[in-house]
């Protein structure tokens, strides 16, 4: 088994231990080809949307030098300690993430896996990239819900949805959104070195007869290194 492989089963394996969804829905593979080489150095480590801890937890045992941060819109201070810190804010409120970072500092790399719909993954990403350091990552979970569900993930009235926001920045066009400052955008065009956009799986049959054909969905936008 080479490096790159080990490394995915160890991953997952950890994933499995504490239950995280990342693993079922393909993201441990992505993550290991993005995350291999800052492993040992990152230090700061954030995701959105904390739920049980699974994912905080994971993370903790993936990176061994790094502290994990935790923001939810729900108080989940039970699980702080031992290298994890959680703060309660919605990831919608510009001021409320300006709080957490006041805290935090600029952090090695952000997930987004919070409540996944356009206004919070874009409030997101316009007001936490600046946050990342350069050679970091900003990664948004559950792209899908750019075309699942409208009525309780797609509260624009455009179509400047989050994956079409990825996928031209991807393109080199300069992207639109309906909740992001032109100061933010031209921040995340002038600092994005590389942006992917990766289907993970295809939906099984009861996803499918539950919302209509969509893929798991991953974005990773690469922070240029100075
Ligand atoms: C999919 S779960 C997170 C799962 C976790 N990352 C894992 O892999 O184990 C989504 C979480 O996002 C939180 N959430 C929903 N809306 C939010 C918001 N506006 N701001 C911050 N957190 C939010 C929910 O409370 C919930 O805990």
């Known amino acids: 088994m080479d490096e790159l492989s ?5 991953l997952s ?3 499995c231990k504490y239950g995280t969804d990342k693993v079922p829905n393909g993201f441990m593979p ?4 993005m995350f291999s ?10 995701e959105i949307g904390v739920l049980d801890g699974a994912s905080i937890k994971t993370w903790r045992d993936y990176f061994p030098n790094a502290f994990i941060y935790g923001i939810d819109c729900y108080d989940k201070k039970y699980l702080d300690g031992n290298r994890l810190k959680t703060f309660v804010a919605d990831q919608s409120e510009r001021n409320q993430l300006a709080a957490v970072i006041e805290e935090m500092g600029n952090v090695d790399i952000i997930i987004d896996d919070g409540g996944h719909s356009m206004k919070q993954q874009q409030v997101s990403l316009g007001f936490l990239f600046p946050f990342v350091k350069h050679g970091g990552l900003y990664v948004i979970e559950d792209l899908h819900t750019s075309v ?3 009525e309780f993930f797609n509260d624009t009235s455009t179509d400047n949805t989050t994956e079409r926001l990825l996928r031209d920045l991807a393109n080199g066009i300069r992207p639109k959104s309906d909740f992001m400052t032109d100061e933010e955008i ?3 065009l002038k600092e994005t070195k590389k942006c992917s956009v990766e289907i993970t799986r295809i939906a099984s049959e009861e996803e ?6 969509f893929a798991v969905t991953i974005g990773f936008l690469e922070k240029t290194e100075y």
């Open 148 to 150: 699942i569900q409208p």
């Open 13 to 15: 394996s950890i994933g």
């Open 186 to 188: 031209d921040c995340v």
């Open 208 to 213: 499918v007869d539950q919302y209509g054909p």
């Open 37 to 46: 080489c800052i492993r040992e150095k990152a230090k700061s480590i954030v």
């Open 6 to 10: 080990a490394e995915i089963k160890e």
């Open 30 to 33: 992505h993550y290991v080809r």
